[in-house]
């Protein structure tokens, strides 16, 4: 098994690929030091987290609204004792609402109580600091960059 575990040594001193998640404008930037690149692993792992986090919360919004669902999509991720008796069809609509929900769900496994209480946690505690220019979009009022996902990928095996 082959553990990911991204490596800032791995980053290069020029032309590191960076993407603003906001307008997605694209960037190459130079010189970043050590910490520079610590921080832009950190940043794009907490992006990935934000992403998730916000997948969580239309999933409990839609248990909100129907809280007994057995939805096939949904049963094998709910505790017990949060599955119970709903129409199905209306839940199935509910899902379809949100784009790549229905994918998401049928492509990754997970008891939906402990991954949202991870991620939340992961979401409110690990914020980097981001002061350096160098990490944020010139065109997005400074909104942070992140890593493009293949070499994020990439500096991680």
Known sequence: MTI????????????VPAVCPQCKKQYLIDGLSPDHKQTAIDLTRYHERAVEYNVYRTIASILDLFPGTQHPL?????????????????????IRKHEGLAEYL????????????YVRQHETETLPNVQ???LRCADCDGHYLILPDEYYWSIGM
């Open 132 to 134: 350096t220019p160098k």
């Open 106 to 117: 049928r492509c990754r496994s997970f008891r939906y109580d402990k991954r949202l209480k």
């Open 74 to 94: 949904l049963v094998e991720k709910l505790p017990p004792n949060r599955i119970g008796d709903t129409d199905d069809t209306l839940v199935d609509e509910e």
């Open 4 to 15: 990911f575990i991204p490596d800032a040594r791995k980053i290069g001193d020029v032309g």
